[in-house]
């Protein structure tokens, strides 16, 4: 990525992200960076006691953050450059709960012989434990079902 594209972009990520703080009411330090290596805009937010308030109910908060400067990057550049938004290291444990949940479930599957239901779980979420669960051998996952009603199954081939 070019310098001066790579500054207008941390410049509109940075902008866009502070409208946003600044609109849900809270006082946060921001910290935007481009991650070469992986393509992306991080975006950390940090807000000590307000990380809640910024994450919402289930991530609903952080993810509607992320989809809305996604959106306004695509905008104002013409082009789609994915940002990450995270506060208080959310991501990276939602990530370690959904391994968590998905060895649980692969347990109980074995443990019954019976395919096991995963329900109210994001687009995001399902595809975490899909790819967490590809190289094992014995279990296969699926997705099945339409908008919210969609849900992941885990069973024994």
Not at 38 to 67: F, H, P, R, W, Y
Request: aromatic share 4%.
């Amino acid at each position: 990525m070019a310098k001066a594209i790579k500054n207008d972009l941390i410049k509109i990520v940075e902008e866009v992200t502070k409208q946003l703080i600044d609109f849900i009411g809270v006082k946060a330090e921001i910290e935007v960076k481009h991650v070469k290596d992986q393509d992306l805009v991080n975006v950390d937010i940090k807000a000590d006691e307000e990380a809640g308030l910024i994450i919402g109910k289930k991530g609903e908060t952080i993810n509607a953050i992320q989809l809305i400067i996604n959106a306004s990057v695509r905008t104002k550049m013409g082009e789609w450059h994915r940002v990450y938004v995270n506060v208080a290291d959310f991501r990276e444990k939602e990530v370690t709960r959904l391994q968590e949940l998905a060895q649980q479930t692969v347990q109980r599957a074995k443990d019954t012989g019976l395919p096991q239901n995963l329900y109210n779980l994001t687009p995001s979420q399902r595809r975490t434990i899909h790819i967490f669960l590809a190289d094992e051998k014995d279990i296969v996952t699926e997705s099945t079902g339409e908008g919210k009603d969609r849900y992941l199954i885990v069973k024994i081939k």
